[in-house]
């Protein structure tokens, strides 16, 4: 299983960063967690906000936040469209049913009507 992060939104915020106290640094970012392996793909409903900042490369914790970030981060939290988890299986997924399908026809003819293929 292979996990990325599937970013829904990127938003830079112009409050004090509570590490180094610049007022360019920091990004909010919402992402979504996805799961893949060979066969399917996962994505989770769940969304995971974090604060980073550019500046010292700190992350920002919630309990760290001031009322001033928390009033940013709820509106951008509302601009988010709401994404529910998912799952899609891939090409090779469909690929190994469509072989097991084409063999499992095979031995039914062979076993069950082997004058259709000429046996
Ligand atoms: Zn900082």
Redesign the pocket.
């Known amino acids: 299983m292979k996990t990325e992060y599937i970013t829904l939104k990127e938003a830079s915020l112009n409050n004090n960063?509570?590490?180094?106290?610049?007022t360019d640094?920091?990004i909010l970012s919402f992402k979504q967690q996805r799961l893949s392996s060979k066969l399917l793909v996962k994505t989770k409903s769940n969304i995971i906000e974090c604060i980073n900042?550019?500046?010292?490369?700190?992350q920002?914790f919630p309990g760290q936040w001031t009322t001033d970030i928390e009033r940013v981060y709820n509106y951008h939290k509302k601009t988010i469209p709401h994404k529910s988890g998912s799952l899609h299986f891939t090409g090779l997924f469909y690929f190994l049913v469509f072989l097991f399908l084409i063999i499992a026809s095979g031995v039914y003819l062979y076993l069950v009507k082997p004058e259709l293929i000429g046996l």
Request: charged residues 20%.
């Open positions: 960063c509570p590490e180094c106290y610049s640094g920091m900042c550019s500046k010292c490369e700190n920002i």
